[in-house]
């Protein structure tokens, strides 16, 4: 499956550096999703961005900041995380709100 | 907000007995969706219920609405090792796809 691609599939990164996830998805869709998923907690959304515009954010520590360039790309900019935000960051998009969300493989992250 | 809660959190069963996962909620649900993650793998779209009292199946999946919009239920006959993984119900309200915790299914060859 190609329709929503992330990268990098794994990154360990130490708490005062900066990185990015990167997620690009080739359905034409118009809403786009970051999830979290660690073992103790099930799927966390993070955020949700419609034609590019924010429309969501599920309380989201500030060290996690997304950007949406456009409908195609999704960006996750990390900077001082924290141990416990090790996790696995999904990406996903869907037609629309509501609609069955498409999943990319996930960057599986830790945090020294 | 809305919570939907699944049961039960883990199944383990020998290959070709039933297994079924339960999604509960206290307030009515626009609709039902089913997930499949594999282990290892990312969560994949299973199908949509939106009808009170829906009934739909999938081979050996049969997934069920209630009539009450407040429960739904995934079941699957004669399991086969390839049916491994965790299934998520998930609902939404407003913008959000809310998540239940997920069961996790292992199958004994």
């Known amino acids: 499956e190609t329709g929503v691609t992330q990268t990098p599939r794994h990154l360990v990164m130490g708490m005062t550096n900066k990185k990015s996830l990167k997620c690009e998805q080739h359905?034409?869709?118009?809403?786009m999703y970051w999830y979290k998923q660690s073992a103790k907690k099930p799927l966390e959304l993070m955020f949700v961005y419609s034609l590019e515009e924010r429309v969501e954010n599920n309380s989201v520590p500030s060290r996690f900041s997304p950007e949406c360039p456009n409908s195609s790309h999704l960006f996750l900019h990390l900077h001082t995380l924290q141990p416990e935000d090790s996790a696995l960051y999904l990406c996903?998009?869907?037609?629309?709100?509501?609609?069955?969300?498409?999943f990319g493989p996930g960057t599986r992250l830790t945090v020294l | 907000g809305q919570q939907v809660m699944q049961i039960p959190q883990y199944q383990h069963v020998q290959e070709g007995e039933d297994f079924t996962t339960y999604c509960n909620s206290s307030t009515t649900l626009s609709n039902i969706q089913w997930y499949k993650q594999r282990p290892g793998g990312h969560p994949v779209f299973l199908i949509q219920?939106?009808?009170?009292?829906e009934v739909k199946k999938q081979k050996r999946l049969t997934f069920q609405f209630g009539e009450a919009k407040k429960n739904s239920s995934l079941h699957i006959t004669a399991t086969q090792t390839t049916d491994v993984g965790t299934y998520f119900c998930a609902s939404n309200a407003g913008n959000m796809l809310t998540f239940g915790g997920g069961t996790r299914l292992m199958v004994k060859p």
């Open positions: 219920l939106v009808k009170s009292g």
């Open positions: 359905l034409g869709h118009n809403a």
């Open positions: 996903a998009s869907s037609q629309d709100w509501g609609y069955e969300q498409f």
